[in-house]
């Protein structure tokens, strides 16, 4: 197959162009790149934004919509003496066990965590898959964020925003 000769000085010409382009840009430096701003090869002049969590007693705070459909809730209130958590010692069940949540004016902990998975039965504790509950739920903290999260969540029941019903939907489009 043969080109014609206007066609291969086209491509030439293109090719020298797109190289020279390349060739010219300008470098990026790696501290410009990501949210980190600094060397990404020490940690020596890297610390930390100071974040600022709440400090407000359990049923005093805030309570926060979950960020979408049965997303772990924040934990709106202060952690400091409740941690840290083991199977032995887990101060968040002291008001958020089922059988309390509703005489402090908690918010219980869903039936998922008190449902074993491996032998689909429903337990009349926390599951010991569920025990750790800041492996799932963080502190609300006040820092201002770092980039626009514009996301929207969408919620099919308005019960959705504050309560979990995983548990009932887990097997949802499961065949």
């Known amino acids: 197959m043969m080109f014609s000769k206007k066609t291969l000085i086209a491509a030439a010409t293109l090719t020298a162009i797109i190289a020279t382009g390349c060739a010219m840009s300008s470098n990026i430096s ?3 790149l990501g949210l980190r701003k600094t060397d990404l ?3 020596n002049t890297t610390t930390g ?3 600022s969590y709440s400090t407000v007693a359990a049923g005093e705070s805030k309570v926060y919509e979950r960020a979408f ?4 809730p924040m934990i709106s209130h202060e952690v400091e ?3 840290p958590i083991t199977i032995d010692n887990n101060s968040c069940l002291g008001c958020h066990d089922p059988l309390v949540a ?16 491996r032998k689909d039965k429903v337990l009349a504790t926390v599951s010991n898959a569920r025990y750790n509950c800041t492996q799932c739920h963080a502190p609300q903290s006040d820092n201002e964020p770092l980039v626009e999260n514009t ?5 099919r029941t ?10 009932d939907n887990l097997n949802e489009g499961v065949q």
């Open 30 to 32: 790696e501290e410009s």
């Open 41 to 43: 090869y020490t940690e």
């Open 49 to 51: 934004d100071k974040t």
């Open 69 to 72: 459909e049965n997303a772990p």
């Open 81 to 83: 003496d409740m941690l």
């Open 102 to 117: 509703a005489s402090v004016n908690a918010t219980p902990v869903p039936k998922s965590h008190l449902f074993d998975m």
């Open 151 to 155: 996301f929207k969540p969408e919620f």
């Open 158 to 167: 308005q019960n959705g925003m504050k309560h979990s019903n995983l548990l």
